[in-house]
């Protein structure tokens, strides 16, 4: 893993700018959540409607719970399946600023499980985690389809190789039951299992 990059990306990150990284699943678009300036960037590129909040990617559950009430059912989740392809839609904390979230109270985050994700988010803390391509359409497996899709050829990018891994799956722990939000990764038997176990 060039260390070189990493940097670069780190860098660019807070002076601003949009990065595209890799997760486990597929590239994302990551940008400083406290950055608001960054975080309309982020909109504004998708094309992505200002009511539909942002997921945010951390390195570690406590970074996690840094940001989000981590109440026992998404504990068990979280223990069990992160880092990996799961986004936990919990209640935010209050700090968390209200752009991220489109003004709601809950907030949709992950850990990938991915080396070059994990070791950036370490350095850069949390970053958005929405996939990397134009709202409502395909997301391109490799950089440079992203880069032609996005028409934003200078983003500086870690390129690690086609992504093409299923979307993470989405799980909401601020209802009762919990729903399953989007079908993923983690068949659903697997989440209900850890839920119940």
Do not use: C, W
Request: charged share 20%.
């Amino acid at each position: 893993m060039s260390q070189t990059d990493i940097a670069d990306a780190k860098n660019a990150v807070r002076r601003g700018e949009i990065i595209i990284y890799p997760t486990d699943t597929l590239y994302a678009l990551g940008a400083d959540i406290f950055n608001k300036t960054a975080v309309e960037a982020v909109f504004r590129l998708k094309h992505r409607p200002s009511l539909q909040p942002l997921p945010v990617a951390v390195h570690s559950i406590p970074a996690l719970e840094a940001l989000a009430e981590l109440n026992p059912q998404a504990r068990r989740l979280a223990t069990r399946f992160l880092p990996g392809p799961l986004t936990l839609v919990l209640k935010k904390k209050p700090h968390l600023p209200p752009l991220i979230t489109s003004g709601q109270e809950t907030i949709a985050i992950r850990i990938p499980n991915d080396p070059t994700a994990l070791e950036l988010l370490s350095a850069t803390g949390p970053l958005t985690a929405t996939s990397a391509n134009l709202h409502d359409q395909r997301t391109p497996a490799t950089v440079p389809e992203i880069r032609h899709q996005l028409t934003a050829p200078t983003l500086i990018a870690l390129d690690r190789g086609p992504r093409t891994q299923t979307a993470s799956a989405i799980i909401d722990l601020t209802t009762t039951p919990p729903r399953i939000l989007r079908h993923g990764a983690i068949p659903e038997h697997d989440l209900m299992e850890a839920l119940h176990g």
